[in-house]
């Protein structure tokens, strides 16, 4: 994106743009060790999880951070009240994530309510 600078000044209303330019300043050795950092957090992540396959949190907001920095995947739900939660998996592992979350939205059945047209 930073290719096209016209791009950028389409996002009038967002850091992205100052992101993005900062990224030209970083150098290499920085970005390294930021990567090497970024693998302890992922394996410090990791083991939290201990003998489980998932773990249920609020949906989406403050664990959106800690999964795009890990990479661990993480699928929101809508309740029925109107809130979502969020199932956050192990590395490697969405198929065991999509078949926990596909059970249990079948059981909550909220993707399925509309809220009132009148």
């Known amino acids: 994106m930073t290719r096209h600078p016209e791009e950028i000044v389409k996002l ?3 850091l992205w743009p100052d ?3 900062a990224g030209r300043f970083i150098s290499a050795v920085d ?3 930021a990567q090497r950092a970024r693998t302890k957090v ?3 992540f990791e083991q939290e999880f201990g ?3 998932f773990f249920v949190t609020a ?3 403050y664990t959106l951070a800690h999964t795009n920095l890990t990479g661990h995947p993480q699928i929101v739900i809508p309740q ?3 809130s979502s939660v969020s199932l956050v998996g192990r590395l490697y592992r969405e ?9 249990l939205q079948k059981r909550i059945n909220a993707h399925r309510l509309r809220p009132p047209l009148d």
């Open 80 to 82: 029925i009240d109107g």
């Open 42 to 44: 992922m394996r410090t």
């Open 95 to 103: 198929d065991v994530l999509c078949t926990a979350a596909w059970d």
């Open 31 to 33: 970005y390294l060790n």
């Open 12 to 14: 009038e209303n967002s």
């Open 51 to 53: 003998d489980f396959d």
């Open 59 to 61: 949906g989406g907001g």
């Open 19 to 21: 992101i993005f330019r």
